[in-house]
């Protein structure tokens, strides 16, 4: 069946740190990947996604490339905010598996000043 | 425009009380799923309402679960006879058509959270 798998959190990091947020996911045929982030107090809101495998989805300064070979999508930044402080979720779409967003099991990221 | 809305943002009743949950989805999106967030769990899919489509149900954790939505329009999820285990963040989201094998943007509401004492 399919599934995601991301990091556990929380994860910590002071202002400027590099940050990789690793997702692996098992899946059927050719899915589309997805980074979703909940802002404390907001909504589930798309980051960035991927549609197919080697592209690379872009936004706000985070990336994440779609490798078919290892089935990861991991999310970096190459310096963080204080207002990137958020849960990051990774997320998988399938065709086959009735309109279905599978989901990871998100990773709280805290950035410290 | 106007996002997903979705009422109320918080709920408090006791165990064994029935509650009903809103969503107001994006207006011409067709697609609409209720999702429940719960404390270390992720994401948890309930329901998915495709157009006039029957419902995909698959995601139900009992029969005390239910929800209705009339048309293209609002949503209701329905608990009755609420445990403590029901507790969570019920979340709702709609998308513009998913039939295809492309896949549309889910736009997310704020959320409820339900406590049940």
């Known amino acids: 069946g399919n599934s995601v798998t991301q990091m556990e959190g929380p994860v910590t990091l002071s202002e400027e740190a590099f940050l990789t947020i690793n997702c692996t996911y098992t899946a059927t045929g050719y899915p589309s990947l997805f980074w979703y982030v909940q802002y404390p107090g907001e909504g589930l809101q798309l980051l960035l996604k991927a549609t197919k495998a080697d592209d690379k989805g872009s936004n706000k300064g985070f990336e994440a490339t779609y490798r078919k070979e290892t089935t990861s999508f991991h999310l970096e930044k190459g310096s963080v905010q204080v207002s990137d402080s958020a849960v990051y979720f990774c997320?998988?779409?399938?065709?086959?598996?009735?309109?279905?967003?599978?989901w990871g099991l998100g990773t709280s990221l805290a950035v410290n000043p | 425009g106007a996002g997903v809305s979705q009422s109320p943002s918080n709920k408090v009743t006791e165990k064994g009380k029935d509650v009903e949950l809103r969503c107001d989805p994006i207006s011409g999106h067709t697609a609409l799923y209720w999702y429940r967030q719960s404390l270390g769990q992720g994401l948890e899919f309930l329901i998915y309402?495709?157009?006039?489509?029957?419902?995909?149900k698959s995601g139900l954790p009992s029969d005390r679960f239910s929800a209705e939505r009339t048309g293209e329009s609002v949503s209701t999820l329905t608990i009755q006879r609420t445990q403590q285990e029901d507790s969570a963040v019920y979340l709702c989201?709609?998308?513009?058509?998913?039939?295809?094998?492309?896949?549309?943007?889910?736009?997310f509401g704020p959320g409820t959270r339900l406590t049940v004492l």
């Open positions: 997320a998988l779409f399938n065709a086959g598996n009735n309109r279905k967003l599978i």
């Open positions: 989201a709609s998308s513009p058509s998913q039939v295809g094998s492309s896949y549309n943007e889910q736009f």
């Open positions: 309402f495709q157009g006039n489509s029957a419902p995909d």
